[in-house]
């Protein structure tokens, strides 16, 4: 079975600070997938980043950055500078790719990210 | 390309109304889904179509059916409604059934059963 927990339900921040959402996940599967998505006030669900069990490396796309780390089953999202256009609420998702592994994502209950100006 | 749109925005029911959420998705996607979001619950799955033809059961299908009725369109219904129903529904499609594949998910329809 797979688990994916984000233990902060919501975080408060004031414009320029760094900010990281935790996500731990669960999972016996060798390969698998994560995934972030971004639920901005309006409600859709936005795709941010993928990584895949087998790439470790971190990732920097502007001010997000993505911190995958087998060893402690984290795969954390940083956002440096923050501003008001980042508040939303953020998910973190897996999905396993093995015979027998739940093809389809399971999501974590999410974080509310508030940026004051 | 709309991509995936969902009809209504919004809707309010009377217990044991039943109605229906329609989903379309233009980008030729094989694999849709229905997500049910509540408040500290994050999303939830409700009933997936891996292909056209297909439908299975997600974590929580109590309460609704699904109709795939063709490529395009995926539909949820409630038949008869409940108050535990009250929430926001989002309906989802990717290219195929693989852990790979992002999924690209509709506006939602926020739903109010009193």
């Known amino acids: 079975a797979q688990k994916v927990t984000q233990a902060q339900t919501e975080i408060s921040v004031v414009e320029k600070e760094d900010v990281t959402l935790d996500c731990v996940y669960e999972?016996?599967?060798?390969?698998?997938?994560l995934f972030w998505y971004k639920q901005p006030p309006s409600g859709e669900l936005v795709f941010l980043i993928r990584?895949?069990?087998?790439?470790?490396q971190n990732e920097i796309s502007g001010r997000y950055s993505w911190n995958f780390q087998k060893s402690t089953s984290s795969f954390n999202f940083t956002i440096t500078a923050s501003q008001v256009v980042d508040s939303a609420v953020y998910f973190c998702?897996?999905?396993?790719?093995?015979?027998?592994?739940?093809?389809?994502?399971?999501f974590g209950r999410g974080t509310s990210l508030i940026v004051h100006p | 390309n709309a991509g995936v749109t969902q009809t209504p925005k919004f809707q309010v029911l009377k217990t044991g109304q039943s109605m229906t959420l329609q989903c379309a998705q233009d980008?030729?996607?094989?694999?849709m889904y229905w997500y049910r979001q509540d408040p500290g619950m994050g999303l939830r799955l409700i009933y997936y179509?891996?292909?056209?033809?297909?439908?299975d059961k997600g974590e929580v299908p109590n309460g609704y059916n699904v109709s795939r009725l063709n490529k395009r369109e995926f539909s949820l219904r409630l038949e008869s409604a409940a108050p535990s129903q009250t929430s926001v529904y989002f309906c989802?499609?990717?290219?195929?059934?693989?852990?790979?594949?992002?999924?690209?998910f509709g506006p939602g329809t926020r739903l109010t059963v009193t």
């Open positions: 989802a499609s990717n290219p195929t059934l693989q852990a790979y594949y992002e999924q690209y």
């Open positions: 998702a897996l999905s396993e790719a093995q015979s027998g592994g739940s093809y389809i994502p399971t």
């Open positions: 179509s891996a292909s056209e033809g297909t439908t």
């Open positions: 980008m030729n996607h094989n694999s």
């Open positions: 999972t016996r599967d060798t390969t698998y997938y």
């Open positions: 990584r895949n069990s087998f790439d470790e």
